[in-house]
Structure formats: C-alpha cells, structure tokens
C-alpha cells in the first residue's frame, strides 16, 4: 500500500525544444512531477486530464496560443483555480496587461530571469 502524497505537476506548454529542455533540466531536482508539450492543443489535454497544480504557459504557440489557452482555464470552474505563469518573451506592456487581465497569476520575461528564479517562482505558488 502506497500512502506517500501525490507528487505535485507542473506543466510546461513551450514549443521552444531548447528551452522546455533547459526548464526540464532546472526541475528534475525538485520533488515535483514535471511535464512538458509543445503545443496549446497538447496543453489543452494534458490541463484537463490531469489538472496540474501550476501551469508555466508560453504565449506563442502553434495552433492554440497561450492567451487562448489561458481564456480556456480560467473559464472552466474545474481549472480556474490552478495557477499559469505566462512565460514568454513578449515584453510589450499591452502583452503583459492583457495576459494578467485574462487570469495569469505571474508574467514572467524569459530574458529577465534565470531558470532558477523560475523555478523559485513556481515553487512560491505550491506553497
């Protein structure tokens, strides 16, 4: 009988291969399991069959893109609750105000923060 506590999920939904493999680098030292795809549709999957406790989110993606994504999420009493942190390199204020208007938790500028402060972030929303 197994009575150890789920592992908390993070999703990563980055279509930046050498990115997602950097993030998945940075978290395998940690306690959480960590997920990744590389497309919204994918994303879109993965959020509701297996409701992650946080959601790192890129805004550019193919087909469905983060800001839909992000629609999606927080229109869903099921998901609304969990945390996304768009991660992104759009750092146009109209991008940033537009993603925290739609429900993000955090807008983070990839070039303004290195992996580890990003993985600091996320663990501050599963505290």
Do not use: C
């Amino acid at each position: 009988m197994n009575d150890s506590p789920q592992k908390k999920k993070i999703l990563l939904i980055e279509d930046d291969g050498f990115i997602a493999q950097m993030y998945g680098f940075k978290f395998k030292d940690t306690p959480y399991e960590f997920l990744v795809t590389t497309s919204g549709e994918e994303g879109w999957e993965i959020i509701k069959n297996q409701k992650p406790d946080v959601i790192l989110l890129d805004i550019i993606l193919p087909g469905i893109d983060g800001f839909e994504l992000l629609t999606r999420i927080k229109n869903d009493p099921e998901l609304e609750s969990i945390p996304v942190l768009l991660l992104t390199n759009l750092g146009q204020q109209d991008n940033i105000q537009k993603g925290m208007a739609l429900g993000a938790s955090d807008y983070i500028i990839k070039a303004h923060y290195t992996p580890q402060e990003v993985v600091d972030k996320v663990e501050s929303f599963l505290k």
